[in-house]
């Protein structure tokens, strides 16, 4: 995996404030999801360094959540043995522009920002709240919205923003009954078209294990996977 996505994926999809405890980075989410409220390890850690992980997450009144990134398995061994649970393993998939397709067919997507309220409302009944559209809204730099249509109705949307040469692509969702019609391979090759547009080299996405469509998706449209990750978190 490139060194640097991992500053992409923060800097695309911005955490509210950021504050360093114990040797963690951790981030303020505001609902805005698991990426924006996380901490990760950004120095060697002792067991005293994750109690004051912990007490950050608390007193910014937000679950104790971590990311566990490769080559972190002694951090991810002493969550466990706090009672930390593993959820929402990922993938992090990226290919370089230059292999994907731009070929949007008619009147099936196109980028635009600010979202207009036709996506934010695509994004409402994707699961995509107030909240994380609010992430949106933090990403500094080229960004856009992608609005798919299907059967002259707007049927999904996703977020794309650019860093350091990578877009990446955020919030990807297809309305249920306009799924299996070529969607999401319209919004994709919309998205490729405006980043290459952005200057980007390349493209890269973060989707979870669970879901196979979208995996197969992505695998099918030429981009690989680069690395794998999870979180662990204590509700209580």
Same mark, same amino acid.
């Given at each position: 995996?490139?060194? &640097?996505? #991992?500053?992409?994926? &923060?800097?695309?999809?911005?955490?509210?404030?950021?504050?360093?405890?114990?040797?963690?980075? /951790?981030? *303020?989410?505001?609902?805005?999801?698991?990426?924006?409220?996380?901490?990760?390890?950004?120095?060697?850690?002792?067991?005293?360094?994750?109690?004051?992980?912990?007490?950050?997450?608390?007193?910014?009144?937000?679950?104790?959540? #971590?990311?566990?990134?490769?080559? *972190? *398995?002694?951090? &991810?061994?002493?969550?466990?043995?706090?009672? #930390? *649970?593993? #959820?929402?393993?990922?993938? /992090?998939?990226?290919?370089?522009? &230059? /292999?994907?397709s731009d070929d949007v067919p008619p009147v099936s997507a196109f980028a635009h920002w600010p979202p207009l309220a036709i996506a934010a409302e695509v994004w409402e009944r994707g699961g995509i709240g107030a909240p994380r559209r609010a992430v949106m809204t933090r990403a500094q730099g080229a960004r856009a919205a992608v609005l798919g249509r299907a059967e002259d109705h707007p049927a999904g949307a996703a977020f794309v923003a650019v860093h350091d040469g990578t877009a990446m692509l955020h919030a990807l969702v297809t309305l249920p009954e306009f799924r299996r019609k070529g969607l999401g391979r319209a919004i994709m090759a919309e998205t490729v078209r405006w980043a290459r547009a952005a200057g980007a080299e390349r493209l890269a996405l973060v989707v979870t294990q669970a879901n196979g469509p979208a995996n197969a998706l992505y695998r099918g449209l030429g981009m690989r996977p680069a690395a794998q990750y999870h979180y662990r978190r204590r509700l209580a």
């Open positions: 995996m490139s060194a &640097d996505l #991992f500053q992409v994926i &923060d800097a695309t999809w911005p955490a509210a404030t950021l504050h360093e405890a114990g040797g963690f980075l /951790v981030r *303020e989410g505001l609902g805005g999801g698991s990426r924006v409220s996380s901490a990760s390890l950004i120095a060697p850690f002792e067991s005293a360094d994750i109690d004051a992980a912990i007490a950050a997450h608390r007193a910014l009144g937000q679950p104790p959540k #971590f990311m566990i990134r490769p080559g *972190e *398995e002694a951090l &991810d061994a002493a969550l466990g043995a706090r009672g #930390f *649970e593993v #959820f929402d393993p990922v993938t /992090v998939y990226e290919a370089p522009l &230059d /292999v994907l």
